[in-house]
């Protein structure tokens, strides 16, 4: 396959950037562009930001088409494009997860702790398992899931930013920036830089919750800038390998569900140990896992699977 002419990629780059920056920068156009007011409440705050981050996200799939050599606009065919397919779906969501909750092996290990805790303290004070027990257990659970469901806070966190980000971040950017002619292991390093511009704006609200101490403000927004772009280059090679806009979606929520891996508790070396063995276990499955074949049926010589390579010779 013959390299891609400079311009090609540097379109391709600068299709990146406009993309990361529509994305920011539309949260601020209800009230910097059209003069609304701010929003009654916090609820009304995030909804408006749902909304311009939906309106984004059409933008740069509108954009990222006008710019691939797709060769029809059938709604199947560009869904496929950008990794939403129903083939192999149950793969694309079992073995990603499987895969990512290696590395909080030592996070669930506290909380399976926890739990065997809770259920001591719970048979030494004179309960034990019955039916009125799980009855008690189920209507927590459901307590918790109608509390989740009818949070907002909860929406942005495990439905809207993961849906918006993987959209343009991975399915738009991704197939841009291989469609512009760079090799996949440079798009898994270049893909976060974008994904991590676009988490700038929290530098403002960490400034907020730092008492307005520029140091200890730029040390976490460093810190969540790292974990962007480790995540980034994560999520970038989940949807290279596997061809699905899901795998690294359920990935997205997963961390953003259990934040960052924890190696402290009350039994910190058996935490340690069970984070060492988990992340031993994540390097050791990470290419087994998301070995292409478990994904496409596709055997043929293009080795891109999406059929980048053929995309390019009509560009």
Known sequence: MEEAPDHRKLVAVLTCIGMALTYVLILYVPTVVFRLPPPASFENFMIRRFICAIVSTILSLFISTLFLPVRTWAVPYLLSVYGIRLDHFWSAVVFPLCLTSLMYAGSLFIKSLSLVDSWKEHRGSG??????????????????LSATAFNVFAWRIYVVAPLTEELVFRACMMTVLLCG??????????????????????????????????????????????????????????????????????????????????LSSPRSGMVTLAFIVGFLGFLWLLFPMTNPHLYNDRIDNCSCWHGYCSWRQEM
């Open 127 to 144: 309960g034990g398992l019955s039916l009125d027990s799980c009855k008690n257990v189920s209507q927590r659970f459901l307590g918790w």
């Open 181 to 262: 002619g760079f090799k996949t292991y440079n798009v898994i390093l270049l893909g976060p830089i974008f994904f991590s511009l676009a988490h700038l704006n929290h530098f403002m609200e960490n400034y907020i919750k730092q008492n307005y101490n520029l140091i200890k403000a730029s040390m976490a927004t460093g810190l969540q800038l790292g974990y962007t772009v480790v995540f980034g280059s994560y999520a970038s090679f989940l949807y290279i390998r596997t061809g699905h806009l899901i795998a690294p979606l359920v990935a997205h929520i997963c961390c953003n569900f259990m934040g960052l891996p924890k």
